[in-house]
């Protein structure tokens, strides 16, 4: 008899750990008074862009000379105010603080060993990984083919690191959302807890189309798209659970000519849906192993956030992890920076829907900590979009006076717009931290976008025409 013990381990996510070589050229400082003078300009200019918008009775600004550490403008900026995905900073800040560059989160795979099968359970363990994939499923598989495994008599799957509550607070808000951003957290997710539903024509006019997924026993499909002989592609699927499958009914039509087509849509039941891509990735090995699917334990990007929440609250507060224990870890690392946190209100990690109720002074006190702080300044930065360049900010900011020097995080739902970050300028003695949070614009995405970028666009020619005197 042999004991199996093998494990994955990755550290925090990219979104959340990087690293970021800054090159810096020194050059001579302003005067007191010169500063002081620019300052003045430079709120005098940034007020002038707020009162000229008609949005401006909508929105909150606060910007910090981080040179200085004095207050540059501030607009409302002291009332609480939904931040959307603005909220993924203070997840993100809190995790490098608390959990560090170095934290793993490990998945293992543990069971015994007699002769060429593992009796007593096969059991796959997880500890909040958001990165696993069916891809780590088959080393696992394959992993046993090597230690001479050809049967299996239980999968055993154990989401205990976090709790019961696979649906982050407040995304009950969208009850018929199938799409992969309102996805489910649990201790073990595949995949980011998404599927893909792949469709194609069948062989002639009349003829089943094609619907294959991944972990095929966690659904129970019916299938009625039909194959047409012209006409444009119409795919409609609708799923709900029944037990402890999903049910996926498709209906439509798929010309002969139209190429297969690919959905992703998420998982209602995450630790189910684990349970059969690992059963595919042995089967697919040619591992034997029965149709038992055992829940050890509770069950329980958007989905990173809401896993590393529970992660805090796990690794800081006390296991299983709960998004609400995460939640006073977040809260103790701001107090822990300085932040106040009087009027804040923090529902879940990721910002979606309503609940979450942060100032623009908030962010803004957030950012210049981290920026204060040398041992995480760089990796802070380093996971923010680059104006310009890439991310959900790869198409903003391009005519600037010097490239990649804004740093930022946007945040957008129906009737918010939010961008918080950094203008770098072009020494570490000049830069700004902002904050900008814009709500009941439903409709303005546009101007009020408009705005903020009117702001930074006037922050960087500050800077510059500084550095250039």
């Given at each position: 008899m042999r004991c199996l013990h093998s494990a994955r381990t990755v550290s925090l996510p990219k979104a959340f750990c990087a690293s970021l070589a800054c090159v810096f050229v020194l050059?001579?400082?302003?005067?007191?008074?010169?500063?002081?003078?620019?300052?003045?300009?430079?709120?005098?200019?940034?007020?002038?862009?707020?009162?000229?918008s008609p949005l401006h009775d909508r929105i909150a600004l606060r910007v910090i000379d981080l040179g200085t550490g004095r207050d540059v403008v501030g607009v409302d900026d002291h009332t609480p105010r939904n931040p959307a995905s603005n909220m993924k900073l203070l997840t993100a800040a809190t995790a490098m603080l608390e959990l560090g560059p170095d934290f793993r989160m490990r998945t293992g795979?543990?069971?015994?060993?007699?002769?060429?099968?593992?009796?007593?359970?096969?059991?796959?363990?997880?500890?909040?990984?958001?990165?696993?994939?069916?891809?780590?499923?088959v080393l696992f598989a394959q992993r046993l083919v090597d230690e001479g495994v050809r049967q299996v008599?239980?999968?055993?799957?154990?989401?205990?690191?976090?709790?019961?509550?696979?649906?982050?607070?407040?995304f009950e808000e969208q009850p018929n959302e199938v799409a992969p951003f309102r996805a489910a957290v649990a201790a073990l997710s595949v995949n980011a807890n998404a599927y893909t539903l792949r469709v194609r024509p069948g062989g002639n006019d009349g003829?089943?189309?094609?619907?294959?997924?991944?972990?095929?026993?966690?659904?129970?499909?019916?299938?009625?798209?039909q194959t047409t002989g012209a006409g444009a592609p119409n795919v409609i699927a609708d799923q709900r659970v029944t037990g402890d499958q999903l049910s996926l009914t498709v209906r439509g039509h798929l010309p002969l000519a139209s190429a297969s087509m690919a959905f992703?849509?998420?998982?209602?039941?995450?630790?189910?849906?684990?349970?059969?891509?690992?059963?595919?990735?042995?089967?697919?090995?040619?591992?034997?192993?029965?149709?038992?699917?055992?829940?050890?334990?509770?069950?329980?990007?958007?989905?990173?956030?809401?896993?590393?929440?529970?992660?805090?609250?796990?690794?800081?507060?006390?296991?299983?992890?709960?998004?609400?224990?995460?939640?006073?870890?977040?809260?103790?690392?701001?107090?822990?920076?300085?932040?106040p946190t009087a009027g804040l209100a923090m529902v879940n990690g990721s910002g979606l829907f309503h609940g979450n109720k942060v100032s623009a002074s908030h962010f803004a006190l957030l950012l210049a900590a981290m920026y204060k702080n040398p041992s995480l300044r760089d990796?802070?930065?380093?996971?923010?979009?680059?104006?310009?360049?890439?991310?959900?900010?790869?198409?903003?900011?391009?005519?600037l006076p010097a490239q990649r020097i804004v740093r930022a995080k946007t945040g957008t739902l129906d009737d918010v717009i939010a961008l918080s970050?950094?203008?770098?300028?072009?020494?570490?003695?000049?830069?700004?931290?902002?904050?900008?949070?814009?709500?009941?614009?439903?409709?303005?995405?546009?101007?009020?976008?408009?705005?903020?970028?009117k702001v930074v666009e006037a922050l960087a020619a500050h800077l510059y025409a500084a550095a250039k005197k």
């Open positions: 050059g001579s400082p302003a005067t007191a008074q010169d500063a002081a003078g620019n300052d003045a300009s430079l709120r005098q200019a940034l007020q002038g862009i707020v009162t000229a795979l543990y069971g015994r060993i007699e002769g060429h099968s593992v009796s007593g359970g096969l059991c796959l363990k997880g500890t909040g990984d958001p990165t696993l994939t069916s891809s780590d499923l008599d239980e999968v055993i799957v154990d989401g205990s690191y976090f709790d019961s509550q696979i649906l982050p607070p407040s003829a089943l189309a094609s619907v294959s997924v991944d972990g095929s026993g966690y659904f129970d499909i019916d299938n009625g798209l992703a849509r998420r998982v209602e039941s995450p630790l189910h849906y684990a349970g059969h891509a690992f059963i595919d990735a042995l089967r697919a090995l040619r591992i034997q192993v029965p149709e038992i699917l055992t829940r050890m334990g509770k069950e329980s990007d958007n989905f990173v956030a809401e896993m590393v929440l529970k992660v805090l609250g796990a690794e800081r507060k006390r296991k299983p992890g709960r998004s609400a224990d995460g939640v006073l870890v977040v809260l103790d690392a701001l107090k822990g920076l300085g932040v990796d802070f930065i380093a996971h923010l979009a680059v104006g310009g360049v890439d991310g959900t900010l790869a198409h903003r900011f391009r005519d970050g950094y203008v770098l300028g072009p020494t570490p003695d000049r830069a700004m931290a902002f904050s900008y949070l814009a709500n009941n614009v439903s409709g303005q995405h546009t101007e009020a976008r408009n705005l903020i970028d």
